[in-house]
Structure formats: C-alpha cells, structure tokens
C-alpha cells in the first residue's frame, strides 16, 4: 500500500495495540456472546452479524440459541424450523450454510468444533473473516478477521487512499494486522478493532475522533481526511422490478408456493405473485392461468423491499377464491405465522390479511 506513511511516522502499526488493549477493557459492550468463547456461540453470532446490525440481531441470537444450543442441536434440525427461526434476517443461504457446516462438525470432527485456521475456513458459510473472528476469540490464535468495520479503521488509521474494496489492498491489511498480532491477547485484539469500528471510528460521517483511543496515531485524524478515507468503489444503482402479489383466500386459508431453488430467496415461501404492476384485467388473466376463481378481487398495499442489488416494487390484490387451485399449498394464517419462513419481502401483505 502506497499511503502508509502517517502511521509508519508513529512507529508502525503496532503502537496501536496497547492503547487498543487497554481502550477495549473499559469499553467493550456486553454483548451475549461475549459471554464465553464456545466456539458455537461465536460462530452462529458472526454469520448474524453479516450484513446485519447489532441491534437487530441481538432477538434473533436469544432464540436461535434457546432452541439450538449446540452444533449436535443444529445439525439435527428440520430445515423448515431452522428457516423460522431465521426468518427476517434475510440472506437465508447463511442459515443453510451454518447447517451445512455443523453436519461436517458432527461427522468429520466428531462434534468437536476444529481449532485449526485452515480446517475452520474449509467449513461451508465461512470466510477469511469468520474464519479469523473463531480462531483469535475462541483458540487464541494470531490470525486476523478483516471484515468492513476493520478495513476502514485500518484504513483511517494508515491514512490509506487506495480503494479498500480491492482484495490486493484487503490482502495487504490482512497481512499488516497478522504481522501485530499480540500472541497471549489475539481475541481481545480482534474485538478491540470490531468495537472500535462499531462504536467509535463510524462509517458515514464524521467518527468520534475526540473518544478514540489511537487518535495521536492515526493519519485521517491528522490530516483531517476522515471523511474521505476509506475509499471505495463506486456502487452501481440497484435494478428495480415490479411484482404483483396475490393474496388468494379461500375461507380461512390462504395459498401460499415454494420458490425455486436458483433464485433469489430460493427454497423459501410466498404468496403466489407475477412480473410487473398488473392491471384488474391483466391480474385476472394471470389468476385464470392458475386454475384461481375469483369471486371479489380488491387492490391491496404496495410495497417496497430493498436487497443488496435488486429493488421490488411492490403492488398487490387480495382475492376472495371460489376454490382452493392445485397450483398453490393452502394454510391458515396461523400455521404461515407460526412454522413456515416467510421471507421479509412478503411478510408486509402478511399483516394485512
Ligand atoms: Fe477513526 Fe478518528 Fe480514531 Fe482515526 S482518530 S481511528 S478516524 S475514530
């Protein structure tokens, strides 16, 4: 990296351990699974917190972990409870992964979560972050866990300018952090950067330079480029698609379909739903394709859902059905509500039946 200088100036990256150490001992939050440093809780807490806030994930921990305590509890699951307990938190390929990988544990490991850095990284839904989060906090090993949080702070820190989406510069941080490494303190120094990132040296803004315990190290704080740094690529727009949901009843049940496997949301549950913001007519056509009936077809709400890259803009009918079509599994809202996985996209028109 071409913009180490600031930091090289203050002896290296490595004064920022002690004032670091020092800094997480008074400050670290007492979050659930801090608690201990069984590697299952650590793990199933790092695949929640991808892509998903703190706060948000905190309910979802307690209850996931209430019914599946342990990897031999999570490998025996159904999928569909499994899918439940996950519902809401979106990206369901990492439940399926956690899974995935906890049946190796049982079968490969003996139900003995791996120590080794290479074995942890082989299991299914874990990266070089996840990775290094369970081998410093749980094993104690030197091995760094660089995820969006860290990669800023270092980049601040270093007053690096090159764009940090970028795996050779996301490789060399990597590399500058494991070189630092505090040997007999490895998991306090991961959480030290991920509690420094999370509650101190924030994205979107200005960080809270004046409560940072490395302030006096770091090159953006110096030279006033906070703001500016990390640099990153541009993002391109996320596509937008229309969809009309139907919301077909019949009596008490409501027909509800799988998704296919190769899609976005692959596998879970919805309400049965076409391309496009159809009209009265174009909306009864779709229904006659089905083998759907109607007997009274009413607008419903609209509804917007954001994904990482992908927009759906949202309209819906409900529909009061003469018959129960094939096409579609029918269920009461109770049974939707309580033992199946309905994705968050869908849960809104949920509420309004
Ligand atoms: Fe981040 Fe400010 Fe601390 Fe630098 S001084 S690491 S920019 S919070």
């Given amino acids: ?18 004032p670091l150490l020092k800094w997480y001992e008074k400050n670290a939050r007492a979050l659930l699974w801090r608690r201990n440093t ?6 199933v807490s790092e695949i929640m917190l991808q892509q998903t806030r703190v706060e948000t994930v905190i309910p979802y921990y307690e209850r996931f972990m209430a019914r599946l305590p342990d990897t031999e509890s999570l490998a025996g699951t159904d999928e569909d409870q499994l899918l439940k307990l996950w519902e809401g938190l979106g990206y369901y390929s990492r439940a399926r992964n956690l899974q995935k990988a906890a049946r190796t544990i049982m079968a490969k ?3 003995k979560f791996p120590e080794n850095y290479g074995e942890i990284l082989s299991l299914p839904g874990i990266g070089q972050y996840t990775a290094g989060a369970i081998a410093s906090i749980c094993f104690s090993q030197p091995v760094p866990a660089v995820d969006g949080n860290v990669l ?3 980049a601040r820190l270093t007053g690096c300018k090159e764009n940090v989406s970028d795996p050779k510069i996301k490789d060399e941080i990597r590399g500058m952090l494991a070189d630092i490494y505090p040997t007999e303190r490895s998991g306090d120094f991961t959480q030290s950067l991920m509690e420094l990132g999370a509650t101190v040296c924030l994205p979107n803004g200005l960080p809270r330079c004046a409560a940072c315990p490395v302030a006096d190290l770091c090159g953006a704080y ?24 139907f919301l077909l009843r019949c009596g008490d049940m409501i027909a509800v379909r799988k998704r296919a496997a190769d899609v976005l949301l692959g596998e879970l549950w919805e309400f049965p739903n076409a391309e496009g913001n159809l009209t009265v007519k174009q ?3 779709v229904m006659a394709q089905w083998g759907v009936s109607a007997v009274e077809l009413v607008p419903g709400i609209r509804y917007k859902h954001v994904f990482t890259h992908i927009e759906w803009e949202t309209t819906s009918f409900a529909v009061t059905c003469e018959n129960m079509a094939a096409a579609f599994l029918w269920v009461t809202k109770e049974k939707l509500a309580d033992d199946m996985a309905l994705p968050s996209a869908f849960r809104p028109f949920l509420k309004t039946i």
């Avoid at 002896?11 to 351990?17: H, M, R, Y």
């Avoid at 030279?223 to 949901?245: F, L, M, Y």
């Fill in 1 to 18: 990296m071409k913009n180490r200088t600031e930091i090289d100036d203050t002896g290296g990256l490595a004064s920022i351990v002690p």
């Fill in 38 to 43: 069984d590697p299952y809780r650590v793990w």
């Fill in 109 to 111: 490991y003996g139900g």
């Fill in 152 to 154: 800023r702070v270092i």
């Fill in 222 to 245: 110096r030279s006033g480029t906070q703001t500016a740094i990390p640099v990153k690529a541009k993002k391109t727009p996320r596509k937008k698609e229309q969809k009309t949901v």
């Fill in 283 to 285: 909306a009864r056509s």
